[in-house]
Structures are given as structure tokens and as C-alpha cells.
């Protein structure tokens, strides 16, 4: 068993699974950000940052898009069935 983040990038790797999310709610698990030992500018700006974006919801909205699906518009296949794409063998012979 997997995050629904971790899971969410194994997906994208084999496209033929998806995530399931257990009902009612979303599970949530602490990130860590590895930094230089000692770099307290650093550690000081990330975490501005960090607070910057959860105040104006741009994690919020991220997490609700990559992760959870939300608002996001299914893509329309490449090819039609009577076409195919193309691989690198019809490329050598052009």
C-alpha cells in the first residue's frame, strides 16, 4: 500500500493503474525537504515560500489537481484506429 502521492507517480509510469483513495477521506502523510545542514537562509526562505503557497491555495490546488483528479480534462487519444503512430523502423525507410 501507497500514498496516494506515491501512488499517483507509479501510475504515471504504468498507465493501465490507478489510484483508489479510501472513503471517506483523503489520507495525508508529512513531506521532508532534505536542505544543507547549517543553510538557515535557506531553511528560512523554504519555509516562506511553503507558507506563502499554502496561504494563497496554490498546494492546496495542485494536491486537488495531480492528486485527487480535480477539474482535470481527460485527453483525447494521439491516433485514430486506423492510424497508428509512427515508430523509429518507418522513419529509417523514409
Known amino acids: 500500500m501507497y500514498t496516494a502521492e506515491a501512488s499517483s507517480a507509479w501510475s504515471l509510469l504504468y498507465p493501465a493503474y490507478t489510484v483508489a483513495i479510501p472513503q471517506p477521506g ?3 502523510a ?3 525537504y532534505p536542505l544543507p545542514r547549517g543553510d538557515r537562509e535557506l531553511v528560512d526562505f523554504i519555509n516562506v515560500w511553503l507558507d506563502l503557497k ?3 491555495r496554490t498546494i ?3 494536491y ?3 492528486i485527487l483528479g480535480k477539474n482535470a480534462v481527460p485527453k483525447q487519444p494521439r491516433f485514430t484506429n486506423s492510424e497508428r503512430e509512427p515508430t523509429l523502423s518507418d522513419k529509417s525507410h523514409s
Do not use: G, Q, S
Open 60 to 62: 492546496e490546488t495542485l
Open 26 to 28: 483523503v489520507l495525508k
Open 30 to 32: 508529512p513531506v521532508a
Open 54 to 56: 499554502k496561504r494563497d
Open 64 to 66: 486537488d489537481y495531480w
